[in-house]
């Protein structure tokens, strides 16, 4: 019995005052970086519209892996398992997680027009914990990273180191 609370204490405090977890739903290929809020003990993210995170795999009564890292570290802390729940929007448990989570919004281009905008286009989630928590691995677990149709940078210009010396050495003979 101590041993689950400690666990269920550890995984509390350790998604509180962590900024981002790592979820992997049941059939996604890897797991997200997802910001949240700790709400009435869970895990609360919204996603899957325009301009949100994309939350694939979390369906509604489905199972997730969360792994929470240290914030001034970076190190994996705890991994524990959750239940999905998806809040019905203007239910009064949705109003009291999107009032959390629109504190914690970074960078929202509609300001107060934002839970509306949630309502219409976007799930709001609950990752309960069940109580389970993982053994950490041994290994990094670093996976290759997910095909984009970015590229690496070019070779830089063949003048480009003149210029940049060029103005070095007219500050250095002030």
Known sequence: MTSELLDQALVEEATKKS??????????????????????????????????????????????EVTVRSKDKGGRLVAWTARVVQLPAGSEQWEATVAELKGKRLNATDGEAMPERWARECRVLRLEPTGTTSPLPDGSLAEAPLPTPATTREPIPAGLPRLLFKNKKKSRRK
């Open 19 to 64: 900024g981002l977890i790592w979820v992997r739903g049941a059939g996604a290929p890897a797991a997200r970086a997802l910001w949240h809020v700790w709400h009435e003990g869970a895990a609360c993210v919204v996603g899957d519209g325009p301009g949100e995170q994309p939350l694939p795999g979390l369906t509604d009564g489905g199972a997730a």
